[in-house]
């Protein structure tokens, strides 16, 4: 049986107990449940800030921690499975459940229910917390600060549309393995927008081209396309704001940009020689 090791708890020396019979190890665990409590958090293939960041996980995400050594943690991500190495400090006990998550690109945590208290931090949209009550405007979280209540919507409440959601964040810098306001990803951007509006998906373009929606038969003319359906090249995934125009994070310009689906697709077959692979439609997004 083959394994994808991004999602995959397994490695020579330590699996996943649910694996036992099925990999190879030294030794099995059922792993810890521990909650994501910096602001985000970097997920490194490796033990090492210099590896590569291949996602991020942000605040008050759920992880099951298999091992801690030497200040990083391997851990499996809850809401996507993605596997990797967080550093230890950015992580803590599970602590109430949250309530609420940011519905905002981004929002500021105060040590008082005042705008002009200095902030202690800042959360990025879909970061998860437990309020425990209301003063006023703010909301007091339960392990401490304030934030701006009108910017955090209860956690089972979600975007009517998933494409405007995906538009709040055009100009933010692109980021590797980015999955915040400060700097993201086409997949980060693409699975961002989908988690606000309720709708689960994986973390990477290749997986989200095999798992989300369904196929459609792209014309020559790259006609008969509409808001909401998502793009993919090799590598690459991009939502269309309509018909005709396409909402992505990119390399090109180094910031989520909007351009003509056709203007997109001659330059990527112009420098990479990749056509779109495929074009996938959810359920309808908002008009």
């Known amino acids: 049986m083959t394994f994808d090791r991004r ?3 397994s490695r020579p020396d330590l699996a996943d107990e649910r694996l036992r019979g099925q990999v190879e190890a030294e030794r099995f665990t059922t792993g810890t449940a521990k909650r994501v409590l910096s602001s985000f958090a970097p997920v490194h293939r490796h033990p090492s800030r210099e590896a590569p ?22 851990v499996q991500l809850q809401t996507d499975g993605y596997m990797g190495y967080v550093p230890s400090m950015a992580l803590g006990d599970p602590g109430p459940a949250p309530t609420h998550r940011v519905r905002t690109t981004r929002s500021f945590i105060y040590p008082g229910p005042n705008i002009k208290l200095p902030h202690v931090d800042h959360l990025t949209m879909n970061s998860l917390v437990a309020v425990a009550r209301v003063d006023g405007h703010f909301a007091e979280l339960a392990d401490g600060g304030f934030i701006f209540a009108a910017h955090l919507a209860e956690r089972e409440a979600v975007e009517t ?12 810098p692109y980021l590797w393995g980015g999955k915040t306001s400060l700097g993201i990803d086409c997949s980060g951007l693409a699975q961002t927008a989908l988690a606000a509006a309720g709708i689960g998906a994986p973390r990477d373009s290749d997986m989200q081209e095999q798992q989300l929606g369904e196929p459609l038969d792209l014309r020559s003319d790259l006609g008969g396309l509409r808001r909401g359906d998502l793009v993919f090249w090799k590598g690459h995934v991009g939502l269309m704001m309509d018909e005709t125009h396409l909402l992505h994070a990119t390399g090109y310009t180094m910031t989520v940009m909007i351009e003509p689906l056709s203007v997109a ?23």
């Open 265 to 287: 697709d001659e330059r990527i077959r112009r420098t990479d020689s990749k056509p779109i692979t495929s074009v996938r439609r959810l359920a309808p997004s908002g008009s």
């Open 7 to 9: 999602i995959t708890p």
């Open 53 to 74: 960041l291949d996602t991020q996980a942000i605040r008050g995400e759920p992880v099951v921690v298999y091992d801690e050594h030497e200040g990083w943690a391997w």
């Open 161 to 172: 549309d998933y494409v405007s959601v995906a538009e709040r964040f055009l100009h933010v």
